[in-house]
C-alpha cells in the first residue's frame, strides 16, 4: 500500500482531420511504397495538420477531452507537463500556451524534449511531483508531435512514416492505493545523436535563407540505427522494471510501445514471452506520431473498453538522442 501516489485519471486524444493515405506517397515519390509500409511497419495511413494547424491546436483538443473525461476543469490542473519535440514556439512554451487556452489558472507549466520516449519520461515526472508534493493533486501530461510541418517530401527515408497527433493523461493524487504509479527507467544512448534529428533552428544553426535551401531546417536519416537496438534496449528496460515491483512479463496485462514497426514490437513481447494481442497498436491508422503515439494507443484503448481497473500497464517509448523511458502503473 502506498500512501500517496499518481492513479491515471483520464485519457484524451485528438489526430488532425486530414488522412493521407499511402497512395498518396505513390503517386507523391512515383514509386509504390504502400507494401513495404504495409508489411514492414503495418502502416496504412496518417493524418496531417492543415496549413493554418499547429502543436497547440492539437493539444488543445486532447486536453479538453481529457478534461471533460475526468469530469474537471482546466483549473483544477496544478501542472502541465507538454512533451514535443514540435513545438509550437522556441520560447516560450507550448505548455503556456495550452493553459491560457484551457483557462488552468492555477497551473504551472513546462515543456520537455527528449524526442519520441519524452511522453513517457513526461509521466515519471508528473508522478513523482504528485507522490513528492502534497501542492500537485491533478497534473496533465500530454505528448504532441506535428512532425509534417518538418518533413521533406522528396524524401522516401521520412516523409510516409511520420504523422500529427496529440495524447492527453490526467494524473490525480490518492492516497492508500495499490492503484498508479509503480517505477520507471530512463537511459539515454547519446553517441547517437546526430543520426537522426532537425538539425537547424537552434543556436548551433540559426535558421538562414542558405539553411533553408538545402533543407537543413527539415528531419533528417543521417545514419541508419542498429537493426534490433529496439528490440534489445525495451526488453532489458521492462525487465529491469519488473524486477523491481516483483512482476513478470506475463502478469501485464497491456502493454503501449512506440508505434512505428509492429515487427519491432512483436519481438520485444517474443523476448519478454508474452503473446503479442497484449500490445495495443493504432500505427495501421495513424503511422508514427512520435511523443503522441503511445498516449493515444492509450485513449484508443480505454475508448475500447479494453483496460480494467486494477489491470498492470506498461509502457515503453524511444526516439532521437537516442532517449529511451519504461515506466510501469496500475490502472
Not at 500529427?164 to 545523436?193: M, P, W
Not at 512483436?266 to 498516449?295: F, N, Q, W
Amino acid at each position: 500500500m502506498i500512501m500517496r501516489n499518481a492513479v491515471i485519471l483520464s485519457t484524451g486524444s485528438y489526430s488532425p482531420e486530414w488522412v493521407v493515405p499511402n497512395s498518396y506517397f505513390d503517386e507523391l515519390l512515383g514509386e509504390n511504397v504502400s507494401n513495404w509500409l504495409e508489411e514492414n511497419l503495418h502502416i496504412y495511413e496518417r493524418h496531417w495538420c492543415g496549413e493554418n494547424e499547429s502543436t497547440a491546436d492539437l493539444c488543445q483538443h486532447a486536453a479538453e477531452r481529457a478534461l471533460n473525461n475526468a469530469n474537471i476543469d482546466g483549473k483544477d490542473l496544478d501542472l502541465i507537463i507538454i512533451s514535443t519535440d514540435t513545438p509550437e514556439y522556441i520560447s516560450p512554451s507550448t505548455a503556456s500556451v495550452l493553459q491560457d487556452r484551457i483557462g488552468a489558472v492555477n497551473a504551472g507549466t513546462f515543456d520537455i524534449n527528449s524526442a519520441c520516449a519524452g511522453f513517457v519520461t513526461a509521466m515519471d515526472i508528473g508522478s513523482k511531483y504528485i507522490i513528492a508534493d502534497s501542492k500537485y493533486n491533478n497534473v496533465m501530461v500530454i505528448g504532441a508531435y506535428a512532425m509534417s510541418k518538418y518533413l521533406d517530401k522528396t524524401d522516401k527515408k521520412t516523409v510516409n512514416l511520420f504523422a500529427d497527433g496529440a495524447g492527453a493523461v490526467i494524473l490525480q493524487a490518492k492516497e492508500n492505493t495499490r492503484r498508479g504509479f509503480l517505477d520507471s527507467e530512463l537511459h539515454t544512448e547519446g553517441k547517437y545523436n546526430t543520426w537522426m534529428g532537425i538539425y537547424a533552428g537552434g543556436t548551433h544553426r540559426p535558421i538562414t535563407n542558405d539553411v533553408i535551401a538545402d533543407k537543413g531546417n527539415l528531419l533528417k536519416f543521417v545514419s541508419k540505427f542498429p537493426k534490433e537496438l529496439n528490440v534489445k534496449k525495451w526488453s532489458k528496460t521492462i525487465t529491469n522494471i519488473l524486477s523491481r515491483i516483483n512482476a513478470k512479463p506475463e502478469d501485464v496485462d497491456h502493454y503501449f510501445f512506440t508505434q512505428i514497426n509492429i515487427n519491432t514490437i512483436y519481438k520485444t513481447l517474443d523476448i519478454l514471452g508474452v503473446e503479442h494481442s497484449k500490445a495495443h497498436t493504432i500505427m495501421d491508422r495513424y503511422a508514427y506520431t512520435g511523443s503522441a503515439c503511445i498516449p493515444m494507443a492509450i485513449d484508443d484503448a480505454v475508448k475500447k473498453g479494453k483496460i480494467k481497473k486494477n489491470e498492470l500497464i506498461v509502457l515503453m517509448g524511444s526516439g532521437g538522442g537516442l532517449a529511451f523511458a519504461g515506466a510501469a502503473f496500475r490502472w
